[in-house]
C-alpha cells in the first residue's frame, strides 16, 4: 500500500493537487475523498475534475448521488453517498457499470458503501488542523 502526505496551506493549493492527481491518473478508476463536511473535498473534486479536462463547473452531487461530467477523452462520475442509507441503492443506478467501466469514478462520504467498492481504489483524506491555520489542509493519498 503506498502513501503520500501533502500539505495545502489555501483553497488553490488544493485545487491544484486535485488537478495533479487526475493528471497523474491514466485511464480509469476509482478514488474515494474523505473528510468532515467543509474539509476541502468539493474545491479538491474541482481541481480534480479541471485535470481531467472538464471545463463545467463542478458542484456536489449530495441531491442527486452521482453526477456525470464530460472531460477530454475521460468521463468522470462523481458520487456523494452521503444520503444513501441502503447501500442496494447503488444497484438501482447500475454502480458496476461505472465503478469497472472506463470512466473515472471520485466518491464522497464512501463509508457509507463501504461494501460495494472494488478491490483496489485510491483513498483521498483530507483533515483540518486548525492549530496550522485555518487554511491548512493535510492530503493523504493511499493506494488500496
Known amino acids: 500500500m503506498l502513501t503520500d502526505v ?3 496551506f489555501s483553497e ?3 485545487y491544484q493537487f486535485g488537478k495533479k492527481i487526475a493528471e497523474e491518473n ?5 478514488f474515494v475523498l474523505e473528510g468532515d463536511l467543509g474539509a476541502g473535498k468539493t474545491v479538491f473534486a474541482k481541481g480534480f475534475a479541471s485535470g481531467l479536462g472538464i471545463t463545467e463547473t463542478v458542484t456536489s452531487p449530495t441531491f442527486t448521488i452521482m453526477q456525470v461530467y464530460e472531460g477530454k477523452g475521460r468521463t468522470l462520475y462523481h458520487y456523494d453517498a452521503y444520503r444513501i442509507e441502503d447501500p442496494t ?3 438501482e443506478i447500475g454502480y458496476t457499470d461505472y465503478f ?3 470512466g473515472v ?3 464522497e462520504w464512501a463509508g ?3 461494501s460495494y467498492l472494488p478491490e483496489h481504489y485510491t483513498c483521498i483524506s483530507i483533515e483540518r488542523e486548525e492549530d496550522k491555520g485555518f487554511d491548512y489542509r493535510k492530503i493523504t493519498v493511499k493506494k488500496i
Open 112 to 114: 457509507n458503501i463501504a
Open 12 to 14: 488553490s493549493e488544493t
Open 26 to 30: 491514466e485511464g480509469s478508476g476509482v
Open 89 to 91: 441503492e447503488l444497484e
Open 105 to 107: 469514478c471520485l466518491i
Open 6 to 8: 501533502f500539505e495545502s
Open 100 to 102: 469497472y467501466g472506463d
